[in-house]
């Protein structure tokens, strides 16, 4: 395997890794905003100090698909 193909490679695996990590940080993130009991039911107990957590969710996002793209966009110029 050429160095480059394993930089490749290693790459590929942290942005599959990234997008993961993402995925289950929205997921925690959502759950624990909207909570399991009953409907909103973490967004009415302590109402006065519960924070929207989409604006964070989607600045997350928005790099994360930046990067993802950025990378892609790379590698299809290097060939």
């Given at each position: 395997?050429?160095?480059?193909?394993?930089f490749?490679?290693?790459?590929s695996?942290t942005?599959?890794?990234?997008?993961?990590g993402?995925?289950i940080?929205?997921?925690?993130?959502?759950a624990?905003?909207?909570?399991?009991?009953?409907p909103?039911?973490?967004r009415?107990?302590?109402?006065?100090k519960?924070?929207?957590?989409l604006?964070?969710l989607?600045?997350?996002d928005a790099?994360?698909?930046?990067?993802?793209?950025?990378?892609?966009?790379?590698t299809r110029?290097?060939?």
């Amino acid at each position: 395997m050429t160095p480059q193909r394993a930089f490749h490679l290693s790459v590929s695996l942290t942005s599959v890794v990234l997008i993961v990590g993402v995925a289950i940080f929205n997921g925690l993130n959502l759950a624990e905003a909207y909570g399991s009991g009953a409907p909103y039911f973490s967004r009415t107990t302590n109402m006065d100090k519960w924070t929207d957590p989409l604006p964070a969710l989607y600045a997350t996002d928005a790099l994360t698909v930046g990067l993802t793209v950025g990378y892609f966009c790379w590698t299809r110029r290097a060939r």
